[in-house]
């Protein structure tokens, strides 16, 4: 890197593991901005189930990514990696740091490893196979993918069944999708990154996971769905994400409220240990052993960042 090279945070770890409280405390106080890295939060009208930062979080520091499209649109890894990209450089151009904070590895490694020159879209297969989803439903589909290329099935919900179709579109176009990221990707360059990761003990995680989900319904979130069925439909792309899936399977009759919550929780649970799968991989992030509000962690986060900033 070269002396010119801007700094930078990346703010990475499980659901629920404090990212956007410690970002905030960060931002506030080394001047900072951030860059939402979350595959919900950039869906307007859906708020109670991504955990989005509040509308008053975030008017304490400039927020970025966040609600920049309907929730029937697609906000692909790409799109993602572009957008953010513009709102790094804006960043920076301002003069401030720029934080990117949140729990989607796959965006995240768009954003700084670049992405893989993908073969095209193939209408018909992703025909059949959204066919065979709703026939046999969308765990087969990522039985499918598992076998065909199982570090990427280990990143992709089971639920997200649009996810799963592309990589297994690749996966059978060529060589596996997590192959072809190794291959020819368009690095994000001009940064010096210090990234950070959230490591809390996992029984105090899996307890904010649990609170978390459950206070969702307790605010809204079957009520937030409804008004997203009725608006997008029930097959909106976006709806199958967690809690959204659950509070629609209530809303259909399928489950009562106490199962909703517990396969809510569940799934955010089996979430958090993925996201610490992929993150884990990554051999420069330092990581914070508690949660984001854990004052030891905010005193350790503090004084890396004051240290990296320093050596710039």
């Known amino acids: 890197m070269s002396v010119a090279d801007s700094p930078m945070i990346v703010l990475a770890g499980p659901t629920a593991s404090g990212k956007t409280g410690l970002a905030l405390r960060l931002a506030e106080y080394f001047g900072g901005e951030i860059v939402s890295c979350d595959s919900i939060s950039v869906y307007r009208e859906m708020e109670i189930g991504s955990a989005k930062p509040t509308p008053e979080e975030r008017t304490l520091v400039p927020h970025h990514m966040i609600d920049i499209a309907w929730p029937d649109e697609q906000v692909t890894a790409g799109d993602y990696s572009r957008l953010g990209r513009e709102a790094l450089s804006g960043i920076t151009g301002r003069g401030h740091l720029p934080i990117v904070a949140g729990g989607t590895g796959l965006y995240l490694r768009a954003l700084i490893d670049g992405l893989f020159p993908a073969p095209?879209?193939?209408p018909e297969l992703r025909e059949r196979l959204r066919t065979r989803a709703e026939q046999r439903g969308p765990e087969h589909l990522h039985r499918i993918l598992s076998r065909l290329d199982a570090e990427a099935a280990r990143t992709i919900h089971p639920n997200?069944?649009?996810k799963t179709i592309r990589a297994i579109e690749v996966s059978l176009a060529r060589t596996p999708m997590t192959e072809q990221w190794k291959q020819g990707r368009d690095?994000?360059?001009g940064y010096r990154i210090l990234r950070l990761g959230l490591n809390p003990p996992r029984p105090?995680?899996?307890?904010?996971?649990n609170q978390r989900a459950a206070a969702m319904f307790e605010r809204g979130l079957v009520e937030e769905t409804e008004r997203l069925i009725e608006r997008y439909g029930r097959e909106c792309r976006s709806l199958g994400a967690l809690g959204y899936t659950q509070a629609a399977s209530l809303?259909?009759?399928?489950?009562?409220r106490e199962e909703a919550v517990a396969q809510a929780q569940q799934g955010h649970r089996n979430y958090a240990k993925r996201q610490m799968t992929w993150f884990r991989r990554d051999e420069q992030m330092?990581?914070?052993a508690g949660l984001?509000?854990?004052?030891?962690?905010?005193?350790e986060a503090t004084r890396l960042v004051e240290r990296f900033l320093k050596q710039g």
Do not use: F, N
């Open 286 to 288: 330092h990581w914070l």
């Open 292 to 299: 984001g509000s854990d004052q030891s962690v905010i005193d």
């Open 187 to 189: 690095a994000l360059t």
């Open 160 to 162: 997200d069944v649009p």
């Open 204 to 209: 105090r995680l899996y307890e904010r996971i």
């Open 120 to 122: 095209a879209a193939r």
């Open 251 to 256: 809303l259909a009759g399928k489950v009562s």
